[in-house]
């Protein structure tokens, strides 16, 4: 559920703001909203502190610490953390600039071995004396064809085109492209790379060995944002004469802390119900077997409005069976489901946060349970021919699953009409949500008719009537008849394709579902047709059969993500009048 918040404000003196807002933090309920933009000094001075931390650890994400060091050690290094963090952007810096100049010698070098070793400055020397060098491209076919009285010494030849050093004393005039000397030579090319090589070497290491304070510099930020947070509630306060107040929001349960605390620093407050124009932050707030769907919110950033539903529950349901259905494999959900376990040991042993592994083992097992329905493990053809039976042969049937498929549209958005006319009960507008319902169902018989060649029963177009005269005249009843009636008219107008377009729109989970195990029937057809007669056979057929059930394993969760999201954020969402606009709810705390 999304947690009812009330409007609190804090007024004080101005001298006592600074203590205000520290004891504000102290309590950790309040999410502060900002009177005033806040600016200072001590802001900006945060912000570039920031901006340097999250450099430092941007370069080290990538590397590893050379060799474990003490914490002390590490606490140590960075008393003056700031010249640490400098320090190794500028190691950073000087590296890539370093390995953008090798780059480019390298292909200088080869450029120049096709002409060999020489000294440019000896040339320069040689003209001083009248006796010329130039270095010169020329067709070979062109070559009899140059002025008497110059020496041609030919180096390489290379796609009919001579690389040839043209001597002569005294200048002269040659109608072919000239190649300008080098600054250096090859020898000395070679030598300058090598030492380039050894200082980026030599950069490269001490970045790595830096890598072992990765974690006190996230530690480091963490403190600076914390600090950045008060400084902006601070300045952020409003002003009126010598008093200064903050406005905030707490959770409707624990508001009585903050009116205690006002009472206890003899403050003044104000506690109020929201009005339609703030912008109130949203917490969720839900049992523990529902909240597992959290982590796809904060991966997906999307958090409902705070006067919208919390759909959180009917989510988690149909994500699972959108999961189970896109990837269709009871092997590859008992990939993900080991996978899943081995990643939930690793991170207990590192005491890093485990509750999002909870959501992955469900997901794991909806994969297996629909595998394990349609007679599919690692690809179908080879399991049905060595004896599976499915559990619900109905849904190997292409008609049978995709009449499912509509089924689960209909039923998937009318559990979001269902969800806004309970909620607008007693009023008769909850009526249109009702006709909106006997759109989608008559919509769901009109896709079977039209797409499988089903029967369209009866009834269908009575609940078709029976929809639009609903939606028509419970619209909008705060408005005339008339005007209720020409608006119902246009939201009809505009949404009964919509409807019938949503609903066959759960086609996909058919059709991707089924491109899945096809791509693994035909790698497997693949390695069975290499046959297992000898070793590199069998090795050649089980190398096919892993990178094609490798494919299927990382395309799976990707079809997810576009397909199964997109059915809740976007379908769902939509027809339950969520816009996903809402904010994160941050208390100010320590």
Wanted: glycine letters at 8%; hydrophobic letters at 45%; aromatic letters at 10%.
């Amino acid at each position: 559920m999304i947690v009812p918040m009330k409007k609190v404000s804090i007024i004080t003196q101005s001298k006592d703001a600074d203590s205000a807002v520290k004891a504000l933090r102290s309590l950790g309920l309040l999410h502060v909203e900002h009177q005033q933009t806040p600016k200072g000094k001590d802001i900006s001075s945060l912000h570039e502190d920031i901006t340097l931390a999250n450099t430092a650890i941007n370069i080290l994400k990538t590397q590893s610490p050379s060799q474990e060091t003490s914490t002390a050690v590490v606490q140590e290094a960075l008393t003056n953390w700031e010249f640490t963090a400098r320090h190794i952007i500028d190691l950073q810096k000087r590296l890539e600039q370093l390995d953008e100049y090798s780059r480019n010698l390298s292909l200088k070098i080869n450029q120049w071995e096709l002409w060999g070793d020489f000294d440019p400055q000896a040339i320069k020397v040689l003209e001083d004396k009248n006796v010329y060098i130039w270095l010169y491209q020329i067709p070979v076919k062109e070559i009899k064809n140059l002025p008497p009285g110059i020496i041609v010494k030919r180096l390489s030849t290379a796609s009919g085109i001579a690389n040839c050093v043209i001597i002569s004393y005294g200048k002269t005039n040659i109608p072919f492209k000239e190649v300008a000397l080098p600054k250096i030579g090859l020898e000395k090319m070679r030598d300058r790379l090598s030492e380039d090589l050894q200082v980026m070497n030599s950069m490269s290491e001490e970045i790595r060995k830096s890598a072992r304070y990765r974690e006190a510099f996230i530690r480091v930020k963490k403190d600076l944002e914390k600090e950045l947070e008060f400084h902006e509630a601070l300045r952020g306060m409003g002003q009126s004469g010598d008093l200064s107040y903050l406005t905030g929001y707490a959770p409707f349960d624990k508001v009585e802390l903050v009116s205690a605390e006002a009472k206890t620093e003899r403050w003044g407050i104000v506690i109020s119900e929201p009005s339609a124009d703030d912008n109130v932050p949203v917490l969720l707030r839900n049992p523990r077997w529902v909240s597992i769907i959290s982590p796809i919110f904060k991966f997906l950033e999307i958090l409902p409005g705070y006067r919208e539903l919390d759909i959180s529950l009917p989510f988690l349901i149909f994500f699972g069976i959108f999961f189970g259905m896109l990837i269709g494999d009871a092997g590859y959900g008992l990939v993900y489901f080991l996978f899943t376990l081995w990643a939930h040991k690793e991170a207990k042993r590192k005491n890093r946060q485990t509750g999002r592994f909870f959501l992955f083992y469900v997901l794991s097992l909806c994969a297996i349970i629909w595998g394990l329905l349609t007679g599919t493990f690692f690809g179908q053809e080879w399991f049905l021919k060595a004896g599976y039976r499915p559990l619900a042969p109905v849904l190997n049937d292409p008609k049978g699953i995709q009449r499912f498929c509509f089924f689960l549209g209909a039923l998937h958005l009318s559990i979001a009409h269902s969800w806004r006319a309970v909620l607008k009960i007693p009023s008769l507008g909850a009526l249109a949500d009702v006709g909106w319902i006997c759109i989608l169902w008559s919509a769901f018989f009109i896709a079977r008719a039209l797409i499988l060649g089903d029967t369209f029963p009866l009834f269908g177009k009575w609940m078709i009537i029976s929809g639009i005269f609903l939606v028509i005249l419970f619209t909008n009843l705060q408005k005339n008849i008339l005007k209720t009636i020409s608006e119902g008219l246009g939201t009809l107008a505009l949404s009964l394709m919509n409807n019938f377009t949503d609903v066959v729109s759960y086609i996909r989970l058919f059709a991707v579902g089924l491109a899945g195990v096809k791509i693994a029937d035909a790698f497997n057809a693949m390695a069975a047709m290499v046959g297992w007669g000898n070793v590199f056979a069998a090795a050649l057929a089980a190398l096919i059969a892993i990178i094609g059930n490798t494919l299927g394993l990382i395309l799976g969760p990707v079809s997810v993500l576009v397909h199964g999201v997109r059915l809740n954020v976007l379908e769902f969402s939509g027809h339950a009048n969520i816009s996903w606009s809402g904010g994160v709810y941050k208390p100010l705390k320590e």
